[in-house]
């Protein structure tokens, strides 16, 4: 599946949002939203039921945490390298938290 917008569009809205992170001293948001996703970076996600969360540094930097069968759609619908794309296992007991935290350090 192709992006929904040309890849300048994104650029532009990564800039924006990365300016607007700057000028309000943060250094990351977390977006957790599918809708907030796709603006972003066009990640059209189908698994919106399950825990997913897109970072966004205020240096410019998108990662994307989401579970292996989400990942093959997060390469075909979004501008994210694959090296941007971080895979939690959904098995029993599992923390995609604890994920999320690891990609901080």
């Known amino acids: 599946m192709p992006l929904h917008f040309e890849t300048k569009e994104y650029a532009m809205r990564l800039e924006s949002a990365r300016q607007s992170l700057q000028s ?25 039921a399950l ?3 897109l970072v966004l540094s205020s240096s410019g930097e998108l990662h994307l945490l989401t579970r292996a069968p989400d990942f093959r759609q997060a390469q075909q ?3 994210l390298p694959d090296a941007k794309i971080h895979i939690w296992k959904d098995v029993e007991g599992v ?4 994920h999320l935290a690891a990609i901080f350090e």
């Open 95 to 98: 923390n995609p938290a604890e």
């Open 77 to 79: 619908t979004s501008t």
């Open 51 to 53: 825990f997913q969360c």
């Open 24 to 48: 309000r001293g943060l250094d990351g948001i977390l977006m957790f939203s599918p809708e907030s996703q796709y603006w972003i970076c066009g990640y059209d996600t189908f698994g919106f």
